[in-house]
Structures are given as structure tokens and as C-alpha cells.
């Protein structure tokens, strides 16, 4: 059974610091893997795709990387700013699955 | 607005009360997916369509849940019966095809009093 996994489980820098967040999953053999970010009581708003082929994946100022034989990810966040606050969630499918599974989330405050 | 729509936002209903869900996927998209959120937790999946058929059901979705999606398009989602442990965000998403990037509404917060 894949288990996904973010730590920490909550996280708070000064504006202007990098973000960094980590995802670890047990089994490797994914299709994708797929970060989102979360405001509160909101949806899920999709950040970046990475396919299990690739190795890292940007768009801005958000940046991910994939290791799949390791089972873990990391998405970096340049230049933090308070608009940044919000949980991430990293979400790993596997295509025998067909069904995506959730890390529990990085809950991110980003102080001015 | 093009994204995946769902109905109500909000839900308040007295246990043992039925209620439906309904979600929009975006136009074309084959796949539908519905997960279940409790405060601080991440989604859990619990069940999933391709076109107008159910092809997966998580041990989550008990018996007194019930999804559908006729025609491969909207989907409803009908829990019978509430219970207080029923209380979560229940979230639809869609998908072009299997394994492909899955875009999610916002969402129906259910509260069961």
C-alpha cells in the first residue's frame, strides 16, 4: 500500500526566505507525482506535474524535484512572500491505482 | 468559467438526514474522481469514474454512499443516513486520462449537527 508522507507538518519563515518542502512516498513505482497548494477552506489548486521520468519540473518562482528510486520529492519556493501562506500538498499516482494518494500536508506561514 | 464546479459550497444538515453533491468536471475530461478531507488531514480517495463507469470504490465508501455519473458527464454523490463522522470537505476532481494532471473544485464543506 503506498503511504505518502510530509514533513514538517507545519513551517514559518520571514519573508524573502526560500521555502523548501519535503514528500516521501513508500513505493516507487509512481506514474506521476503531483504538488497542490490548498488555501483554507478552499480547493486544491495544482502547482506542478512531474512524470516519473522526469527529475525536476518549474514554472516561477516554484520548483520541483523527483527521485523516484529514493521515493522523494522536494518543491522549492524562491523568495518566499505572505502570499505564499497556505498548505502544500503532494500526491503521488500510481497508474495500477488509478487514484491519486495524499501526503497529510505542509502547512506554510510565510510572515511579513 | 471553465474549472470543475461543485454544489453547494455549504452543507448543514440534521443526522440521519440524506443529502447529494453534485460536480461539474471540466468539459471533456473522462476521468472523475471524489475524495473526502477532515480538518488537517490530506484527501483520501473514494471512488472514481471513467466516462459514465465506476471502475473503483475505496472500503471508505460505505453503504450508505452512493456516486453516479450518467452520460459521462456530472457526477453526484449521495450520502443516506448521516452521521456526525460524515462531517468533512468532500472534493471532486477531473482528469483528461489516467495519470494525467487532476484539477480539483472547491469543494463541498458537509456539516452534520
Known amino acids: 500500500k503506498q503511504e505518502v508522507t510530509q514533513i514538517p507538518a507545519a513551517l514559518s519563515v520571514p519573508e524573502g526566505e526560500n521555502l523548501v518542502l519535503n514528500c516521501s512516498f513508500t513505493?516507487?513505482?509512481?506514474?506521476?507525482l503531483q504538488w497542490f497548494r490548498q488555501d483554507p477552506g478552499k480547493g486544491l489548486t495544482s502547482l506542478l506535474l512531474?512524470?516519473?521520468?522526469?527529475r525536476e519540473q518549474t514554472s516561477g518562482r516554484l520548483n520541483a524535484s523527483l527521485d523516484k528510486s529514493s521515493g522523494r520529492s522536494t518543491l522549492y519556493i524562491a523568495a518566499s512572500q505572505p502570499g505564499d501562506s497556505a498548505t502544500y500538498l503532494c500526491?503521488?499516482?500510481?497508474?495500477?491505482?488509478?487514484?491519486?494518494?495524499f501526503g497529510g500536508g505542509t502547512r506554510v506561514l510565510v510572515k511579513p | 468559467d471553465t474549472g470543475v464546479s461543485q454544489d453547494p459550497r455549504h452543507k448543514i444538515t440534521k443526522r440521519g438526514q440524506n443529502v447529494t453533491f453534485r460536480c461539474d468536471p471540466i468539459?471533456?475530461?473522462?476521468?472523475l474522481y471524489w475524495y473526502r478531507q477532515t480538518l488537517g488531514q490530506g484527501p483520501e480517495f473514494l471512488t472514481y469514474?471513467?466516462?459514465?463507469?465506476?471502475?473503483?470504490k475505496s472500503r471508505l465508501l460505505s453503504n450508505r454512499f452512493s456516486a453516479e455519473r450518467p452520460k459521462g458527464s456530472f457526477s453526484t454523490l449521495e450520502i443516506q443516513r448521516t452521521e456526525q463522522g460524515d462531517s468533512a470537505m468532500y472534493l471532486c476532481?477531473?482528469?483528461?486520462?489516467?495519470?494525467?494532471?487532476?484539477?480539483f473544485g472547491q469543494g463541498t464543506r458537509l456539516t452534520v449537527v
Open positions: 468539459s471533456e475530461h473522462n476521468r
Open positions: 469514474f471513467q466516462n459514465e463507469a465506476q471502475l473503483e
Open positions: 500526491a503521488v499516482f500510481k497508474a495500477a491505482g488509478n487514484k491519486l494518494t
Open positions: 476532481a477531473s482528469s483528461p486520462g489516467g495519470g494525467t494532471e487532476a484539477f
Open positions: 513505493d516507487s513505482a509512481i506514474y506521476n
Open positions: 512531474i512524470q516519473s521520468s522526469q
